[in-house]
């Protein structure tokens, strides 16, 4: 089955600094998607990376696919209180012909002032 | 973006009562949705999937007439907890696939549900 590992699962950082959280595929990803989520509400969607090697950027979010598609990760420059939250990376998987979205354990991020 | 609404935001219910949680997608006809269930401080798990005007497809472990599904139209999925019980306490999310533009297939995900049955 497919299994999505993410690191760090907890992040503490002060506000300013840069950050880095990985996702690791134990097979190759036909599609990785980040996902945002504050507390008991629902996930915002970041970005969807399909090809190896892509990158995207969106305001002072950057992820990455790495070429062999079986490694994402989601960089922060210069974090900011807002950016507080639990990141969820995801992947399409097939599962009896039907596809499906299962996601990594999650990061939980958190900026000190 | 694509808006995906869900009802109600909160629930608190009697054990052994029935509690229906809506999905609504409301700018676009999602073919597909998804039921997701969230543990505190733990990862979403797909519970089944739902198929406009077909049977839901669940997944390992998750039983069908606890948890029944319906999709009656593009835009709307429900989820209906029956006879609750306390270990069903949790938050319920429901994420819709958005079609239209080939190759991206992103769900968009509801701002979920938070089920407390006493």
């Known amino acids: 089955s497919q299994e999505l590992e993410q690191s760090p699962q907890s992040l503490i950082v002060q506000e300013g600094k840069n950050l880095t959280i990985n996702c690791t595929s134990s097979?190759?990803?036909?599609?990785l998607y980040w996902y945002k989520q504050k507390y008991g509400e629902g996930l915002i969607f970041l970005m969807m990376l399909q090809k190896g090697g892509e990158e995207k950027s969106h305001e002072k979010i950057t992820a990455k696919l790495d070429e062999k598609k079986q490694q994402s990760s989601l960089h922060i420059t210069a974090s900011q209180p807002s950016h507080a939250g639990i990141y969820l990376c995801g992947a399409i998987v097939i599962i009896q012909g039907a596809q499906k979205l299962v996601f990594g354990q999650g990061t939980r991020l958190t900026i000190n002032p | 973006g694509a808006v995906v609404s869900q009802h109600p935001s909160r629930v608190i219910c009697k054990s052994g009562t029935s509690v229906k949680i809506e999905c609504r997608s409301l700018d676009f006809q999602a073919t597909t949705m998804f039921w997701y269930r969230q543990f505190p401080k733990k990862s979403l798990m797909l519970m089944a999937t739902?198929?406009?005007?077909?049977?839901?497809?669940?997944e390992q472990g998750v039983e069908k007439d606890k948890f029944l599904i319906n999709h009656a139209s593009l835009t709307l999925s429900t989820l209906t907890v029956t006879s609750a019980h306390p270990e069903d306490s949790s938050f319920y999310i429901c994420?819709?696939?958005?079609?239209?533009?080939?190759?991206?297939?992103?769900?968009?995900f509801g701002p979920g549900t938070r089920l407390t049955v006493l």
């Open positions: 994420s819709a696939r958005d079609r239209v533009v080939l190759g991206t297939d992103t769900q968009y």
């Open positions: 739902s198929n406009e005007g077909s049977k839901a497809t669940y």
């Open positions: 097979k190759t990803l036909y599609g």
